[in-house]
């Protein structure tokens, strides 16, 4: 089975940094558009940052290039960098991997999460 295993969240500061990991087996990684994603209690899961097969980044608006998502093949292994962490980013972050090699075909796995909490 296809798995994806997040690694790294837990409890910082606001202004603090944290680095997750996002472990994925039994998939050809490097064909997978990598993404996080985040949901904060009682709010819907939203987009953090994106990076494609190839290698693009993209990153939602309001993160103000605090985060920088980044990606090891080798290790098929997707990195979430966080920094100048506020309370608003609390929330549980999840891990995403999208292939779709044809029309007609489409693989769309998930993580389970790991909790980030930004509180002093």
């Known amino acids: 089975q296809v798995q994806l295993v997040e690694f790294g969240g837990g409890l910082v500061q606001p202004g603090g940094s944290l680095r997750l990991s996002c472990a994925a087996s039994r998939i050809i990684f490097s064909r997978y558009d990598m993404a996080w994603y985040r949901q904060a209690p009682g709010k819907q899961r939203d987009l953090v940052a994106a990076?494609?097969?190839?290698?693009?980044?993209n990153y939602a608006d309001s993160l103000r290039g605090r985060f920088t998502i980044s990606r090891d093949n080798a290790k098929n292994t997707v990195y979430l960098q966080m920094d100048s962490l506020k309370s608003e980013d609390t929330g549980v972050y999840y891990c995403n991997a999208v292939y779709s090699p044809s029309r007609w075909e489409n693989f769309d796995y998930w993580g389970r999460g790991t909790q980030v909490t930004v509180s002093s």
């Open positions: 990076i494609t097969s190839g290698g693009s980044t």
